[in-house]
């Protein structure tokens, strides 16, 4: 998805609450995790909405939280998701 959308301006960024940096390079090597991958700190989550792991959430460019999807979703889901943003933000 991120090879598909981010021609279009989509960005995308993992957050991870593991705590230890060779932990997180070890799995986003083993796991072929090909984007960002940034260490959240506990204050950041609340205003971003997370309530479970994983969860989704979608900024516009100039930084508002236009949606949040807690836990797991289809790709599809998120296809349709990030469409009806880009479509939105044409308007």
Same mark, same amino acid.
């Given at each position: 998805m991120r090879r598909k959308y981010e021609p279009q301006g989509v960005g995308f960024?993992?957050?991870t609450l593991e705590p230890r940096v060779h932990k997180v390079r070890d799995a986003v090597a083993e796991l072929g995790i090909e984007m960002p991958v940034a260490i959240a700190q506990g204050a950041v989550l609340?205003?971003?909405? %997370?309530?479970? %792991?994983?969860?989704?959430?979608? %900024?516009?460019?100039?930084?508002?939280?236009?949606?949040?999807?807690?836990?797991?979703?289809?790709?599809?889901?998120?296809?349709?998701? %990030?469409?009806?943003?880009?479509?939105?933000?044409?308007?």
């Open positions: 960024l993992a957050l609340g205003p971003l909405r %997370v309530n479970a %792991v994983p969860s989704t959430i979608f %900024v516009t460019p100039d930084g508002r939280i236009v949606a949040a999807a807690n836990g797991y979703r289809s790709p599809e889901f998120f296809e349709a998701r %990030v469409e009806e943003l880009i479509e939105a933000s044409s308007k």
